[in-house]
């Protein structure tokens, strides 16, 4: 694999992840939770069935506003957001940096 790409990989966290969607929350609050993720999605690289997947297991409706979620809300998305982003085919590219 490229090592830009493995930096890459490494560099989505978390922090990263909500730090977007508080954004998207600020510029946006009328924005739906799903466009939020897909507009989240596309400036910090994680894939949007990782958004799709954590809006489930939060039981999160989509058509929800950005602006409704709380802060915790928002912390607990974009960690659930990171967790299936690592879990999906993603993650095998941030294994096979640790064992490396």
Known sequence: ????YLRFVN???AERIVSELQKAQHLWP?????????RAGTSSGFC???GRRAMDALQIDASRQIGRLR??????LGRA???HWLLSGNGL???AVKAG
């Open 1 to 4: 694999m490229d090592r830009t």
């Open 81 to 83: 957001i990171h967790r």
């Open 11 to 13: 560099g989505l966290s």
């Open 48 to 50: 949007p069935e990782a």
């Open 71 to 76: 802060r915790c809300e928002l912390a607990q």
């Open 30 to 38: 009328h924005q739906a939770v799903s466009e939020a993720i897909k």
């Open 93 to 95: 590219a941030g294994q």
